[in-house]
């Protein structure tokens, strides 16, 4: 953290680490290439009474650290050698907000302050995204596009929808806790006036009526904000939207609810044994993945076509990836986190679209971004609200519009959108053949893979990857192989970064060592901030030097490529272990694995976004594929996700749909009629639809 590093390097810490650490590594700048070795922690999982029991040793300070001295650096070797034992010369980097590293390509530069605005803009970017949606069958997920269509259509209205997604809600939610909060009246009332505007001919715009849900670490009314605790909504009252939430309501859209998350977002399962174990809608004895739970699946199981969560590890990426859906970790810096994301700093944590499609994804991150910049903002001095939409934000209050031409000032780069989503129709004739067989819309794109890494996942997992590259060619991208130096730096540096802004954080709020509040929480969400406060600032440095040495190693790597493709997780979902609901489960080891391939782009600063490959041969559950890419490149990943999804659909593989779903806008008219002759002519053509990749 910020003021940890500074007060690091005022004391002059940097000479005193370098001089007592035995090994100085080379520049990284002369690191090409290295030995694979991820670090795999030795340490045991613990639930039940020896869970318990590490919980009340590590709370006594003396014993602990003679745990932390002689117990731990045996269990995590490598870690503490590089931590401890290791000197970098590089600078230590104290703003995790990424460099331009280069003009991007097939990008339309979105400048506008205004939500509404910028929604159009996105609309005219989708292309055919915006008409195939992907989703047609009838027990199928519908899109952003596939409300709107049937609210103009008069099919049916907003407040038939909140019923039925309300009596679904009730029907499953204690079973399978997907959301924390909800209220039926203020739903209702949301749809109720969403109804009378689209009977006056008057939608506010395509989200109008379409419900979303909102991780319970960012601000939405009438709801605490808990971080899925017992005890943070009381003392961190919400009183403001985040601008993100705020801008979605001017446009409409129906705010369902909180969704459920385990608490601080600190592990990547997805548990929470006081709150609910969100489980996964394609089985629901296997977990969702975390900590944007309850998020990815409320979207996957139908519930909303939208979720906004945040990702300060993997936490949209993860539960997206496991869950079957679509998942956008932006550049650090892009979205603005003042009422969200975390109870203060981090260099590392940021806001998000989870989404039913890509074209979903393309049109959330478009009403998200733009929408402040804090830490830039601080940077230059400027500070602006989204004069349209952050009515309700103290930064929207109190300050007027920013004045055009500032606006790059205050943001490293303007929202970028890609020029062309999916190639456009050319007549509107839809028994022409204007899908993607034989077009190569990704054509002059580079996708890079280090095999190492990606090859570090099970083999089914893998041979999805495979096949993705596989598509990708066929959709005029090339291949190239890549090598991504010391990735192990990326593990320490990230956790060290993570756990200790997190403990300084509880400390500042005040309740890291208030024991009243502190015994509320979960046995291993407490173990969690037990490790976590014992790193000191000359630690945090060390760790921000890894940081600089990791994004040489990526620039580099982005030289040779646009994209780095890798697994969205080593595996699919996992079972949910027995001891979730009594005393709670801590596995290192399992969360240090999950997060493998997640990490470096929270540690970098870098976007890097998530959908379905395929699914798992025999099990059937989903599994998901990463694009990485440059800083501020999200139009990068968002065109090259919605090529390979409409490729996907067009060779018999819808998105993965799940066996607890509901489609709230399914009636006898169906679904929207270009989209239906589309379905007819693409399956047609095919002799047996797909199962797997």
């Known amino acids: 953290m910020e003021r940890g590093l500074s007060a690091a390097l005022a004391t002059g810490s940097n000479d005193k680490y370098i001089e007592s650490s035995s090994i100085m590594r080379e520049p990284a700048c002369s690191v090409t290439s290295d030995q694979y070795q991820l670090i795999i922690p030795r340490t045991p999982t613990l639930t039940g009474l020896a869970l318990r029991l590490s919980v009340a040793v590590s709370e006594q300070p003396l014993v602990f650290s003679l745990y932390n001295r002689f117990v731990l650096p045996r269990q995590v070797p490598q870690f503490f050698q590089i931590l401890k034992s290791e000197a970098f010369p590089e600078e230590p980097r104290a703003n995790g907000v990424p460099d331009v590293w280069s003009d991007l390509a097939y990008e339309n530069a979105m400048r506008s302050l205004q939500a509404n605005e910028r929604v159009e803009a996105a609309l005219k970017s989708l292309g055919h995204?915006?008409?195939?949606?992907?989703?047609?069958?009838?027990?199928?997920?519908?899109?952003?596009?596939?409300?709107?269509?049937?609210?103009?259509?008069?099919?049916?209205?907003p407040s038939?929808?909140?019923?039925?997604?309300?009596?679904?809600?009730?029907?499953?939610?204690?079973k399978y806790q997907w959301l924390s909060a909800w209220s039926d009246d203020n739903i209702r009332q949301q749809a109720a006036a969403a109804t009378a505007r689209y009977a006056g001919g008057r939608p506010l715009s395509v989200f109008d009526g379409v419900p979303f849900v909102v991780k319970d670490s960012i601000d939405a009314l009438p709801y605490e904000t808990s971080f899925g605790t017992r005890f943070m909504g009381q003392r961190r009252p919400c009183t403001f939207d985040a601008p993100a939430v705020a801008a979605l309501k001017s446009l409409g859209a129906i705010l369902l609810g909180k969704a459920a998350m385990n608490e601080f977002g600190v592990m990547a399962h997805g548990f929470n044994t006081q709150g609910g174990t969100t489980r996964n809608p394609h089985n629901p004895n296997k977990m969702s993945g975390g900590s944007s739970a309850g998020a990815a699946a409320a979207v996957a199981a139908g519930v909303c076509p939208i979720a906004i969560g945040t990702d300060g590890g993997g936490s949209i990426r993860i539960p997206s990836g496991l869950c079957g859906v679509v998942g956008l970790k932006p550049t650090l810096g892009r979205l603005a986190d003042d009422h969200a994301a975390h109870a203060g700093y981090t260099s590392i944590i940021v806001s998000g679209p989870i989404a039913?499609?890509?074209a979903d994804a393309t049109l959330l991150y478009a009403v998200m971004a733009n929408v402040n910049y804090p830490a830039a903002a601080t940077a230059n001095g400027i500070a602006h609200a989204d004069a349209a939409s952050v009515k309700g934000s103290n930064r929207g209050k109190a300050e007027a519009p920013v004045a055009a031409g500032t606006l790059a000032a205050a943001c490293p780069r303007p929202l970028g959108l890609p020029a062309e989503l999916l190639p456009l129709q050319q007549s509107n004739n839809v028994t022409q053949d204007w899908v993607l067989d034989g077009l190569k819309p990704l054509q002059g794109l580079i996708v890079g893979m280090d095999k190492r890494w990606a090859s570090d996942c099970a083999p089914s997992v893998l041979e999805v990857v495979k096949a993705t590259v596989t598509r990708l060619q066929e959709l005029g991208a090339a291949a190239v192989d890549i090598a991504l130096p010391e990735l192990e730096l990326i593990q320490v540096g990230h956790l060290v970064t993570f756990a200790k802004e997190m403990a300084d954080e509880a400390d500042k709020a005040g309740w890291l060592n208030d024991w009243n509040e502190r015994y509320q929480l979960n046995m291993d969400t407490r173990l969690f901030y037990c490790n976590a406060a014992t790193f000191t600032d000359e630690e945090y440095e060390q760790a921000q030097r890894m940081r600089t040495r990791g994004l040489v190693h990526f620039r580099r790597a982005f030289e040779q490529c646009d994209v780095i493709i890798t697994p969205a997780t080593p595996t699919t979902a996992a079972d949910i272990p027995a001891g979730v609901h009594t005393t709670g489960v801590y596995d290192l080891k399992s969360t240090v694995e999950t997060i493998r391939f997640s990490q470096a782009a929270n540690f970098l600063g870098l976007p890097a976004l998530v959908l379905p490959g395929g699914r798992e041969r025999g099990m059937g559950m989903p599994v998901g594929v990463q694009f990485i890419g440059r800083?501020?490149?999200?139009?990068?990943?968002?065109?090259?996700?919605?090529?390979?999804?409409?490729?996907?659909?067009?060779?018999?593989?819808?998105?993965?749909?799940?066996?607890?779903?509901?489609?709230?806008?399914?009636?006898?008219?169906?679904?929207?009629?270009?989209?239906?002759?589309?379905?007819?002519?693409?399956?047609?053509?095919?002799s047996s639809r797909k199962e797997y990749i």
């Open 129 to 157: 995204a915006g008409t195939t949606t992907c989703s047609t069958a009838s027990n199928a997920r519908p899109t952003i596009l596939d409300y709107h269509h049937a609210y103009m259509q008069e099919w049916l209205t």
């Open 160 to 174: 038939e929808v909140a019923d039925r997604t309300i009596k679904f809600i009730e029907s499953c939610n204690n």
């Open 356 to 358: 039913n499609s890509v």
């Open 631 to 686: 800083p501020w490149a999200e139009s990068t990943l968002l065109r090259a996700a919605a090529a390979l999804e409409q490729q996907m659909f067009e060779d018999g593989m819808p998105r993965p749909v799940p066996s607890i779903v509901i489609n709230p806008i399914q009636c006898e008219k169906g679904v929207h009629p270009m989209a239906r002759a589309l379905t007819q002519k693409l399956w047609a053509k095919k």
